[in-house]
């Protein structure tokens, strides 16, 4: 069991930064690959960001490359999610998943990869 909680979500203005942080409990923390998805209003769930298990690989939704990174520290069981240059239609709930342990790729960008889910945190983009 994986329980994931994620925080630093928040209001900014356009082309300002946040980070995210999802903290895991569990013990197979270190054996999942990590994503972040987000979903806004009226929208369905989109894939942004994917780390493997030891955090040597990354991959990214086009539409963030360049502006978002991912990142692990397996000791801490916290995945991280540093974006800049947010736009306002990047206003989402953004939420932190965990890989079911039966996936053998590295990264993921497919939802039904992913077995675990926080509970999701707010990003509002003003303009």
């Known amino acids: 069991q994986v329980q994931l909680v994620e925080s630093g979500g928040g209001l900014v203005q356009a082309g300002g930064s946040l980070r995210l942080s999802c903290v895991a409990s569990?013990?197979?923390?270190?054996?999942?690959?990590m994503g972040w998805f987000r979903q806004a209003p009226g929208k369905e769930r989109s894939f942004v960001a994917s780390?493997?298990?030891?955090?040597?690989?990354?991959y990214y939704a086009d539409s963030v490359k360049g502006r978002f990174t991912i990142s692990s520290d397996n000791a801490k069981n916290t995945v991280y999610l540093q974006m800049n240059s947010l736009k306002p239609e990047e206003t989402a709930v953004y939420y932190c998943?965990?890989?079911?342990?039966?996936?053998?790729?590295?990264?993921?960008?497919?939802?039904?990869?992913?077995?675990?889910w926080g509970q999701g945190t707010q990003v509002t983009v003003s303009s």
């Open positions: 569990g013990r197979t923390f270190s054996n999942r690959a």
């Open positions: 998943a965990a890989a079911k342990l039966s996936y053998s790729g590295s990264v993921s960008s497919f939802a039904n990869e992913y077995e675990y």
């Open positions: 780390i493997s298990r030891s955090g040597a690989t990354t």
